[in-house]
């Protein structure tokens, strides 16, 4: 089964209407067929509307006002651009949280991705532990994502928790690292990492799709154990490392949760863990700045579209699909 | 994608033993042994004492000490029974949501032709990567206007969305899976003057049955363990979910919450835990077709 990340458009499916050319018959037929549909979606359309759509509207609107929820709709004031103002020229905190976000994302997502590919490689020799493994090193990812485990997470790195009990063990000393500015941050990054049991299983179904050929065609070649790895897994690889990339990026920018445990829901210390969503939820939900917030909402859509799309843009150039020739 | 038992056990004739599998091994366990210390550390220091939660740093209690569950259990006005009923009722209702609504949709978009199907399919597509943190504000001052916020029933705001269809991921696995149901069948039923409704009641849904369960699995831990959405919804105690009940651990700066905080936070990994022992396999092959994060 191999792995999809976008409808295939030569495939009958949704994506193409034309894939049926009218073989069903009379149009009577078709008309039934054609309100079943909509009857169908209908409650998909209605939560597109009222769920997405309108909501983003309004807060596209209240991105130009200064609504708190507290005043009533009729006395909104619409501000213009002063948002958007505020959020470029004047409002250090912001481009604080924009740069935890970025740190965050661009340390902890390779390093995830990376232990991932490399378990998932040692694992995909076959052999029969490998689905004890594979659901162990899974089961983090259940849990990370939970606030119970946020809290144990912040436990364990502080001054009496589990890592520096281990640390002792070599006669260092350590010191509460969620409560260091410099630290609190790292602490969050290594949850993230933890949890690379997602990403791997990804993988490990990557590998398996490698046709065994091509390997014995590069051993026939002389090509040892690395060039075998450089040449033959990472080109086959590439879809599946561009899919968890992708994934894993636009994840890392949402982390929430354990931010929030750990500094209180304050972003701390010293606005060390202020991630951008943190930073969204205070302004709109602690000091009710919700025009503001909105402003936030938007340009961190934005930011997301912009980088998914050079993602694909650049992926051009280093992702191999197999079946390119049919095309 | 199912690893037969054959093709596990079979050695791979191609490779070199270069790669012994005694060393892989060890590595592995290595590994393992990391990755689970943290939730071994977790529940040893929900069975500890005050007193050696402070002093014994290792992973297991010298005198087990059941205490804290009690104590964590009732740490707050309201009991912790309450908050797991809730978070229990919020994620079950979830489940149903997504389950049919998601089905109905995914028909649609699989099976049915009709105008726009094809705009709308991206739409739907495009719906995949969008962050509910951008739409949080506004939801919420539209859930709010609407008097559902803190209403009656606290818990419409988080479960309006679900019966409507907008886990987008959810709609995108089934069709994924009912584009795998033979047409044949399709036809075959519309020879026996079988209609829209009849192919969905009588073919897609019985066999689009391995697609609900993976739905309800992943709908349940998600919503289990998700926190963003139930902390801005819900603001009376009474109401909170275990997640929001256990950030006011957080909140209570003393030192002896620590026990009972780790007895309540174990508790509330249970259920999750249980579901992956009894799918793990299935978890595991559900975001090898999908591609979920955990």
Redesign the interface.
Known sequence: ?A?????DPT???????RA?PKR?GPGRI?H???????V?????????M???A???L??LY?SFTD?D?LTP?SEVRWVGLANYERMFTADPSYWHAVRVTVTFALVAVPLKLVAALG?AL??N???????L?????????????????A???V??FNR?G?F??LL?LFGITGKPWVNDPDWALETLMVLAI??F??PM??F??GL?QVP?EL??AA?VDGAG?FRQFRNVTLPMLSPVIF??LV??T??G??G??AA??LS??TGGPVDSTLMY?LN??IT??TELD?GY??AM??V??LA?AVI?AIFFSTGRFWVHYSDEEDR | ?T?TPT??????P??RP??R?LL??L??VA??AV?????I??VG?SVKSQEE??NN???LPERFTPGNYTAGWSNFDVSFGRFFLNSAMVSLLTVVGNG???L??A????R????L??V??????G?L???Q??????????F??LGLVGGEWPYLPLL??Q????EAFF?FLM??FM?GIPRELDEAARIDGA???GI?RHIILPLSRPALVTTAIFSF?WT??D??RQ??FLSQLQDYT???A??L???STSQSA?GP??A???L??LP??L??VAF??M??EG????????
């Not at chain 1, 792995?3 to 409808?7: E, G, N, R, V």
């Not at chain 2, 028909?107 to 699989?110: G, V």
């Open positions: 089964m792995l999809t990340t976008a409808p495939r009958r499916g949704p994506g193409s209407v049926h069903r078709r039934t067929e054609g309100l079943a549909g909509y169908f979606l209908s409650p998909w359309l209605i939560g597109l009222g769920v997405t309108i909501p983003m309004l807060s209240l609504y929820v709709f378990v040692l694992l020799r076959a052999w029969r532990g490998v689905g493994f594979r659901g162990l090193f899974y089961l983090p990812s259940l849990l990370g994502g939970s606030v119970a485990l809290i144990v997470w436990n364990m009496d589990a520096n009990s002792s933890w949890q049991g997602a299983v990804i490990l179904a398996k065994t390997y014995e051993a154990r899919f968890n994934l894993e636009i994840n920018f949402q929430f949760t929030f445990v209180n829901g969503t969204l939820y709109g939900f919700m917030a909105s909402a938007w961190f859509l997301i998914t | 994608m690893l093709a596990v056990a079979l050695p791979s191609r490779r270069g790669g599998p892989r091994l590595i592995l590994i393992v990755v689970l210390y943290p939730l550390w977790m220091t939660i402070v740093l290792g992973l049919l609504s998601c109905l949709a028909y649609a978009f699989a049915l032709r009709f105008r199907r094809g709308w399919f991206a739409v739907m597509i719906t990567l969008l962050p943190h951008v739409l949080i504000v506004p939801q919420y001052i539209l709010r206007t309006v969305p019966f409507l269809a907008t709609v069709v994924q584009r209609g829209p409704y969905f831990i289990w363990n926190f963003f902390l801005v275990v997640p929001v256990l950030t651990f957080i909140d620590v905080m780790f309540m936070s174990v509330s990994l999750v835990f579901f992956f793990q396999r978890l595991v975001i090898n077709t999908s591609g979920i994060k955990g």
